[in-house]
């Protein structure tokens, strides 16, 4: 008879986790708040908020009744994976910004189904969550290799395991949405680098529609969004030895029509200065001053399209839900022979 291996082993060897944080992604956030906190108009790129309790605030966020994205990608996740899984044949999803892969798991059943689902690659700055994640996917999915990343997809996308079969790099969320155009179209650049003949790249983004629904959606009733905001402040007093008070700070979340994004700022609640004690740093603030915390970019069809031309890539899927809220689009590389 065949010795049991018991199930522990099992789980153990089917996980790997490699990191690439560690001091150098202080020294980006250090980098940031210098470069950030001394401009005329002050502003933090968001990928600080998401420490552990940043985390578990975006989760409520997702859970709000005001927050449609979550909702409406994962309905067109649940109406549409299968023929996903079928235009696919992915043996692997890598994911950017994975989070705690609530949505993912459609995803991961349908390919699962197909019979064709390897191994799972999730990538994201918050050690916490793709630890985690890699826990509850390898039980969930017997069989299922889970290969995580604790990495910064701005910086570390070299570092994501080479192919072992067709692979999706899904990216959702409207993540994408949050750089500035500019970076927006040189992480496309980068992350379509990844991308082999057989590889698609799924990415969500979040539709241009009515302001109202818009802001309310980045400034809802229970105060869990400005809570996440604020959060920031308290990443750099743990981090960086700053001493932000973060009730000196309120939330505003506006609509930019022109830009068509939604900004999201702190505004100064009392003139006062603040030391960031680790950079030797006085920030100052007038009263009613405002520091940038994110930007979340709206879509329309054209520009999603634009953006992926400009990565070389070509639309394969335009899939979006009854309602139009939000969209999730599927592309590959444009291959030479179509370029000619
Ligand atoms: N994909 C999930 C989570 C979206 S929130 C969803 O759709 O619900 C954005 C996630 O991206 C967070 O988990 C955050 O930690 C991660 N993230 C933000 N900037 C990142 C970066 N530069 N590199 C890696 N992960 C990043
Ligand atoms: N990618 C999400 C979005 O743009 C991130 C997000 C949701 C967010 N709510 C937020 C970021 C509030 C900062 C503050 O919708």
Redesign the pocket.
Known sequence: MEPLTPPETVIETAIRIDSHLGGAHERSLADDVLDGLTRPFKELP??H??DARG?EL?DRI?ELPEYYP?RA?RAILEERADELATLTNAAELV?????????TRVLLDALHAAGTLTRYIP????ES?VRDCAEELTSEYPGLQVHGVI????RHLDHVPSAAGPRIVAF??G?IG?FPPGSRRRVLREIARLLGPEDHLLM?TDLVKDRVALEAAYDDAQGVTAEFNRNVLRVLNRELGAEFDPEDFDHVALFDPQHEWIEMRLRARREHTTLVRDLDLPVHFRAGEELRTEISAKFTPERVESDLRAADLELVRWLTDPDELFALTLSRRISPETTL
């Open positions: 968001p990928k908020f998401y985390a975006f997702c979550t990608e994911e950017l910004g994975s989070g705690t892969a609530a949505k990538m994201d700055v918050t969550m990495g910064d997809f701005e959702l969320g993540t949050n969500g």
